[in-house]
Nanobody, 122 residues
């Protein structure tokens, strides 16, 4: 099992910056992919950014050039640096991890954090 603990959410003005952090703990063999998803009220949850254990990244078009995802494999943490925030970035941001629980079982299991609220308002 994996527990994801998030921090860094809050209220910022348009154009401001915020850094989200997520730490994974528990019993698992490895985490191949970690990432951040977001969900605005009345909308479907969508990908913001993901990163593999090897450092490959993928960003939603809406955040490219403004958000940067990074991870520390030794600490099992993932961060999302959000710059030039826009009102449309406001959402609940969820940390996600795809983890292999046992070394002899290839199948992974997906875990979610509790979410951290990001509000962008003037």
């Amino acid at each position: 099992q994996v527990q994801l603990v998030e921090s860094g959410g809050g209220l910022v003005h348009p154009g401001g910056s915020l850094r989200l952090s997520c730490a994974a703990s528990g019993s698992f063999d490895s985490i191949n992919v970690m990432g951040w998803y977001r969900q605005a009220p009345g909308k479907q949850r969508e990908l913001a950014a993901i990163i593999t254990v090897g450092g490959d990244t993928n960003y939603a078009d809406a955040v490219k050039g403004r958000f940067t995802i990074s991870r520390d494999n030794a600490r099992n943490t993932v961060s999302l640096q959000m710059n030039s925030l826009k009102p449309e970035d406001a959402a609940m941001y969820y940390c996600n991890a795809d983890a292999r629980l046992l070394s002899w079982v290839r199948t992974t299991k997906n875990y979610w954090g509790q979410g951290t609220q990001v509000t962008v308002s003037s």
